[in-house]
């Protein structure tokens, strides 16, 4: 290719005043038509052309290819079904065609599965994959995909692509599967309260129903038909506080694509409504106050508290007008109301008449229905007025023999308390002996084997919890807690230690004896198996692919063991341990990526046909392998699709190689020239003598 070029002699800007003074001067000669005029202008005009130097320049270019990018799709949705073989069956076909037509770059994107729970990011690849690449360079773009993507931009300008864009579509028309939809599912729901799902169940070329099956903790509480495709609502129960997994499953579709969506999971956080505690105190004494401000300052607890301060057998001659009491409400707090409460705590009582027979067993039968009896003894335990010597006397964990110890001791935990989470770890228990402080009494009782946590003096059984049926008791032999609350000796961690025990009481998930707890940092899943024996079953993890680990526990404190496990996919894994289940989720609880894992033909089209290109799938009904589309060279402007090829724009990019100079205005070429205007200027200054 030549042009012309100019390289000054001189600075250009005296040159453009050089050349604005000659042509001021000329131009008065030439008007007035003087003698030699013509001559001496095109003398100066030589001059000034002479130090412009003008030269013939020529471009050495040489063509450069055009780029073509190729997007691989290889998220989750992708690797169901024949998708992943007919992808890459696809790549090298374009790979191998793009090559037959030489001078072509051939660029691949992959696309894999976003950090979080984005879905497929397939644009957001494109772009950061073009980024490199100038737009005039760029022939087009093939997506090989299933059509499904959750950033697909507005309008052909938000997408900054000029070629043509190209969709190859995986999967098939006839695809089956199922899937739940959560619509609306709840976050925190109140302990005892039922709470409503709203869910559909969507499927293609399905049978039109399916049974659902609904599970909280992994115990199915619902199994029942539902028709497919229509919003349905179940009512969900939830019975403890803190993490509870409810999952909604559907059952399988033969040949469905994959089973990962047939299962939502709903992680609820029960949340308890006040505990209720009923705090009946026989007497007043020093102790008494210990467990009143304990409770009272649990923000989670609605404390009831009463004092029997004028018992029947009480010699006392006042009017009952001139008392500033309330009588006692039995007949309300232990027939009517009793199971409005989670717990009852009997203080230092002793069988003073005040409760009837009928009321003990309505107390017995309300703990074997679920609910908590905690029993502080004193004295009074081993006396005739004993509460062991009533009805309850079929749920006290202990049998008095008549012997009170009045001598110091320090409480100590033992085998068994060490191992469980009441009192294991408790501050202080580090040391031997326990760096708390004395106690002064203990009832001597003989009670049930395996239930005792803490023993006193003479080895005698201080703590004792049982569970009874469906509810739960527990039993202090001493009503000396109040010392550790007062300093008494450097005191002791009474608000840990009896927080714990009525926490326990009213079926605290974190203190349970024997439970298994899952947890998820990133990729990693601990494990935590609290256990009584000593070496806990095997424990089993199920990846959601239904591949299953025996997983070797190790002992981080007596009753404790942990493993650690790197999680290989994403989606809910299932722990079991025994008769013991937990659940726990890699990445979110129900991925984006296999909400809707259909193959889409439609959701690209008007933007692929927007830049001149196409969509079409790969394999039909009845097709067994991939049919890749010819690929032809296209000018810009030009429909680049037809029904069985795809078009690549032709780019005529080329780069320049070098250049050659060949100067116009020197040497003797541009002497000659300033001779001959000069000369044809002495001519006519003589033909106009003579004339």
């Known amino acids: 290719m030549y042009s012309i070029g100019f390289l000054p002699l001189i600075p250009t800007p005296w040159l453009w005043a050089l050349t604005v003074l000659a042509a001021l001067a000329l131009v008065p000669a030439v008007v007035m038509r003087g003698k030699g005029a013509i001559g001496r202008a095109l003398a100066l005009a030589t001059i000034v052309l002479a130090l412009w130097n003008p030269s013939l320049n020529e471009e050495q270019r040489d063509p450069v290819g055009g780029i073509v990018a190729i997007v691989i799709d290889r998220t989750a949705s992708q690797s169901l079904g024949d998708r992943p073989g007919m992808t890459d069956t696809v790549r090298v076909e374009l790979e191998k065609k793009i090559k037959e037509f030489g001078g072509i770059e051939t660029r691949f994107i992959d696309v894999s599965d976003s950090a979080g729970d984005e879905g497929t990011l397939l644009f957001t690849a494109l772009a950061n994959g073009l980024a490199d690449i100038p737009p005039h360079r760029l022939a087009g773009v093939i997506a090989v995909t299933d059509g499904v993507t959750h950033d697909l931009p507005g309008a052909v300008k938000a997408l900054g692509v000029s070629a043509p864009l190209h969709v190859l579509v995986t999967g098939r028309p006839d695809e089956r599967d199922r899937q739940i939809h959560l619509i609306a599912a709840p976050r925190f729901v109140l302990v005892g309260k039922d709470q409503m799902v709203r869910a559909e169940i969507r499927e293609r070329n399905g049978t039109g129903s399916a049974i659902l099956s609904v599970r909280r903790d992994g115990e199915t509480i619902l199994r029942r038909a539902v028709p497919t495709n229509t919003p349905f609502s179940v009512d969900i129960r939830v019975e403890h506080a803190g993490p509870n997994l409810v999952e909604l499953e559907v059952e399988a ?66 009017p009952v007008n001139e008392l500033s009491l309330i009588a006692f409400p039995t007949r309300e707090l232990f027939q009517e109301k009793i199971k409005d409460f989670d717990l009852i705590i009997f203080d230092r009582y002793d069988d003073q008449s005040i409760l009837p027979p009928p009321y003990f067993d309505n107390i017995v039968r309300y703990v074997r229905e679920g609910g908590a009896v905690l029993t502080a003894a004193g004295p009074e335990f081993s006396g005739p007025a004993s509460l062991a010597a009533t009805g309850l006397a079929e749920i006290i964990p202990g049998v008095p023999d008549g012997t009170v110890i009045e001598t110091p001791f320090k409480a100590t935990l033992t085998e068994r308390g060490r191992r469980h989470p009441v009192t294991r770890g408790l501050p202080g228990s580090e040391t031997t002996p326990p760096a708390w402080g004395e106690w002064l009494r203990i009832v001597s009782a003989k009670v049930p084997p395996n239930t005792t946590l803490l023993s006193g003096a003479q080895d005698k059984p201080l703590l004792m919890l049982q569970q009874v049926e469906k509810g739960r008791v527990a039993l202090f032999l001493s009503d000396h807690p109040w010392l550790w609350a007062r300093g008494y000796r450097g005191g002791g961690p009474h608000q840990d230690l009896l927080r714990r025990v009525s926490h326990w009481l009213m079926k605290e998930p974190a203190l349970e004896e024997e439970a298994v707890r899952a947890t998820a940092t990133g990729r990693t899943i601990r494990i935590e198996r609290q256990s009584m024996s000593d070496e806990p079953p095997v424990t089993i993890i199920t990846a959601p692919s239904g591949v299953t680990t025996a997983l070797q526990l190790a002992r981080r404190q007596p009753g404790l063991f942990v493993v650690e496990f790197q999680a290989g996919e994403n989606g809910l894994h299932k722990v079991q341990s025994g008769p013991l289940t937990a659940f726990t989720s890699i990445g979110p609880a129900n991925p984006r ?23 079409r799938r790969l394999a039909g009904p009845g097709d067994r392998a991939a049919n890749v ?42 002497a000659a020239l300033l001779l001959a205007f000069a000369a044809f200027a002495w001519m006519q200054e003589g033909w106009r003598r003579n004339g």
């Open 593 to 615: 990526e296999l909400i809707d894992v259909f193959s889409d033909t439609e959701a690209m089209r008007g933007l692929a046909e927007a830049t001149g290109g196409s969509i």
């Open 253 to 318: 579709l033969v040949g469905e694509l994959t089973l990962a969506n047939n299962l939502a999971v709903i992680p609820v956080e029960g949340v308890r409504e006040k505990l209720r505690v009923l705090l009946v105190s026989g007497a007043p004494h020093p102790g008494e106050r210990t467990w009143r401000n304990l409770l009272k300052s649990d923000p989670s607890v609605d404390l009831v508290h009463f004092t029997i301060l004028r018992p029947p057998t009480k010699l006392d001659t006042t």
């Open 629 to 670: 589309p010819a690929i032809r060279m296209v000018a810009s402007g030009v429909r680049a699709s037809g029904s069985d090829w795809i078009g690549l724009r032709r780019t005529e990019v080329t780069s320049l190689r070098g250049v050659r100079f060949f100067p116009l205005g020197l040497g003797l070429f541009a």
